[in-house]
Nanobody, 122 residues
Framework: QVQLVESGGGLVQAGGSLRLSCAAS????????MGWFRQAPGKEREFVAA????????DYADSVKGRFTISRDNAKNAVYLQMNSLKPEETAVYYC???????????????WGQGTQVTVSS
C-alpha cells in the first residue's frame, strides 16, 4: 500500500551520529504508524523505534532509548531516525516500515523499505 525508500546510512566511528531518512509514497502516508528495525549479520530483525500516525506517540527499544530519536514530517511523507552515540554492535541494515497498528511486532508491519546499511567502526 505504501512504497518506502531509506537513505542516510554509511560508515561512522563509534560514538558518532547518523540521521536516517525514509521517503514514502502515497497520499495516505499520514494514516500509517511507522517503525524502524535493524538486522545485523546472522541475527533476527530487531525493533528499534516506532511513531504513531500523528507523531504524538513514540516507542523505543531499551537498547536505544535516550540515544535515538524517531520523528516524522507528514507534509513531506518522511520519517527520520536520529542516531547518536552509535556503538559497533549496532552495525546492521536499517529498515523503515509501515503499519496500520502502533506496534513493535515485526509481523504487524505491512510495508517495508529495502534497507540502508549502517556500519559503526571501533
Amino acid at each position: 500500500q505504501v512504497q518506502l525508500v531509506e537513505s542516510g546510512g554509511g560508515l561512522v566511528q563509534a560514538g558518532g551520529s547518523l540521521r536516517l531518512s525514509c521517503a514514502a509514497s502515497g497520499r495516505t502516508f499520514s494514516r500509517y504508524n511507522m517503525g524502524w528495525f535493524r538486522q545485523a549479520p546472522g541475527k533476527e530483525r530487531e525493533f528499534v523505534a516506532a511513531i504513531s500516525w500523528s507523531g504524538g506517540t513514540t516507542d523505543y527499544a531499551d537498547s536505544v532509548k535516550g540515544r535515538f530519536t524517531i520523528s516524522r514530517d507528514n507534509a513531506k511523507n518522511a520519517v527520520y531516525l536520529q542516531m547518536n552515540s552509535l556503538k559497533p554492535e549496532e552495525t546492521a541494515v536499517y529498515y523503515c516500515a509501515a503499519s496500520s497498528s502502533f506496534t513493535r511486532v515485526t509481523r504487524r508491519y505491512e510495508s517495508w523499505g529495502q534497507g540502508t546499511q549502517v556500519t559503526v567502526s571501533s
